[in-house]
């Protein structure tokens, strides 16, 4: 019954919901692992970047950093984390076009050189903070097709791109290469060619203005497995590696996965809190809700896969609700479901990324505790101490 993701199973679940208590998120740290071995297996090149924002738990920085990732950060606050877990400025990339004076404070302090920047104000900016940087254009790429679309709020305009960059040259700053992020949750590599197409077309126009680019930052956007979307990732990757060897043989690749990474490493296990009825319909409120770990519902536009143990053919649609006392706090409406009763657990898998990131403990609910599923599973799954 190999799984393609992690996804913990009834009995386990049970057992986890008794010990530890529910909601509940278990991260599997060997997931972690082989996201990062994937993306590197299809696209060789890619010096990968972790983009923390997606989710910033301590222990996926250890796996990703003890594997050799670098990462991209937004701001002082994800600066000194990396920091104060030892990881170097130099692994690091300052990925937000619109930087604080805080955030390039803490560049100086923890000595964080490679930054992107799409205004000419953000020039200045530097230049006057913090001269010694290496900077990356962030481009603008229109992509109406992406799950959250970035670019309606960073990149330059293709025409204004070359003549920022040769600004930021003349200004005495390193000028290196170009950034881009299609938009999170792609599932097409159409975006990403479309983007390479432009940064070819740059790379020449800014050779031929004698500024010799030599870094190319595919950013983030990779997807994982959504309910009703479909998409062939290892065809994806193939694309864009074979247009990445055709038109940047020379160019150093970086990326800056988010989701990708994260996505699929985390279960949430939530349990049936309140039953009642209105207007016909099942309410079933949960003790997990939008100020948690379906924050993403908001923030993010996901929608959650709910699997329930409950056997029954007959399902109704039903609304679900969080624990807390804002009306705001409803989930999911007209979700199809088996009538559920107080104490079932639901399994949520995929929920890693946009999701613990942005919970809050909003009227007084925890935030959902985390267990490392490696640490727990031979207790809770005796075969798994014996299969080799
Ligand atoms: C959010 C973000 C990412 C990560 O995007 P995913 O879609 O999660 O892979 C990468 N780069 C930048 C600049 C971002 O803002």
């Known amino acids: 019954m190999a799984k393609k993701y992690f996804q913990i199973g009834q009995l386990v679940c049970e057992k986890l919901a008794e010990r530890f208590g529910t909601p509940l998120l278990m991260l599997s740290l060997d997931e972690i692992k082989k996201n990062y071995k994937v993306?590197?297996?299809?696209?060789?090149r890619i010096k990968v970047h972790y983009a923390i924002k997606a989710n910033p738990h301590p222990e996926i920085l250890r796996v990703m950093a003890d594997m050799g990732s670098c990462f991209d950060v937004a701001s002082d606050g994800e600066i000194r984390t990396l920091h104060d877990l030892g990881i170097e400025g130099g692994r690091m990339i300052y990925a937000n076009p619109v930087k604080t004076g805080a955030g390039l404070a803490a560049c100086r302090s923890c000595h964080v050189s490679k930054m992107t920047f799409d205004s000419a104000?953000?020039?200045?900016?530097?230049?006057?903070?913090?001269?010694?940087?290496?900077?990356?254009?962030?481009?603008?790429?229109?992509?109406?097709?992406a799950h959250v679309d970035l670019n309606k709020k960073f990149g330059a305009a293709r025409e204004n791109a070359l003549a920022l960059m040769l600004q930021a040259k003349e200004a005495g700053l390193d000028m290196a290469g170009i950034a881009f992020h299609v938009g999170s949750q792609t599932v097409s590599s159409d975006p990403y060619l479309h983007a390479l197409d432009i940064a070819r077309e740059l790379f020449e126009e800014a050779a031929a203005a004698g500024l010799q680019l030599r870094i190319l930052d595919i950013g983030g956007g990779f997807p994982i497995p959504?309910?009703?979307?479909?998409?062939?990732?290892?065809?994806?990757?193939?694309?864009?590696?074979?247009?990445?060897?055709?038109?940047?043989?020379?160019?150093?690749?970086?990326?800056?996965?988010?989701?990708?990474?994260?996505g699929t490493a985390v279960n949430l296990v939530t349990s049936v809190i309140g039953v009642t009825e209105r207007g016909g319909q099942p309410w079933y409120f949960l003790d997990e809700g939008l100020y948690g770990t379906f924050s993403g519902v908001l923030f993010d536009q996901w929608d959650f896969k709910l699997i329930s143990f409950r056997e029954g053919e007959k399902?109704?649609?039903?609304?679900?609700?969080?624990?807390?006392?804002?009306?705001?706090?409803?989930?999911?409406?007209?979700?199809?479901?088996?009538?559920?009763?107080?104490?079932?657990?639901?399994?949520?898998?995929?929920?890693?990324?946009?999701?613990?990131?942005?919970?809050?403990?909003?009227?007084g609910f925890s935030k959902a505790k985390f267990v490392i599923w490696e640490r727990v599973k031979a207790e809770v799954e005796p075969s798994a101490q014996t299969v080799k």
């Not at 043989?249 to 989701?259: H, L, N, Q, S, V």
């Not at 479901?337 to 942005?358: I, R, W």
């Open 39 to 44: 993306l590197k297996k299809y696209l060789p």
């Open 121 to 145: 104000s953000e020039i200045d900016k530097i230049k006057a903070q913090c001269p010694e940087a290496t900077l990356l254009l962030r481009l603008r790429i229109d992509n109406s097709s």
């Open 226 to 262: 959504e309910p009703k979307v479909k998409f062939n990732l290892p065809e994806m990757l193939q694309q864009i590696n074979a247009r990445l060897d055709e038109d940047f043989a020379d160019t150093e690749i970086w990326a800056e996965p988010g989701r990708y990474i994260c």
């Open 315 to 363: 399902k109704v649609a039903a609304t679900f609700a969080g624990p807390s006392c804002d009306s705001l706090d409803i989930m999911f409406r007209g979700r199809m479901t088996v009538p559920l009763e107080v104490g079932d657990l639901l399994l949520v898998p995929s929920c890693g990324a946009y999701t613990s990131a942005s919970a809050t403990t909003f009227n």
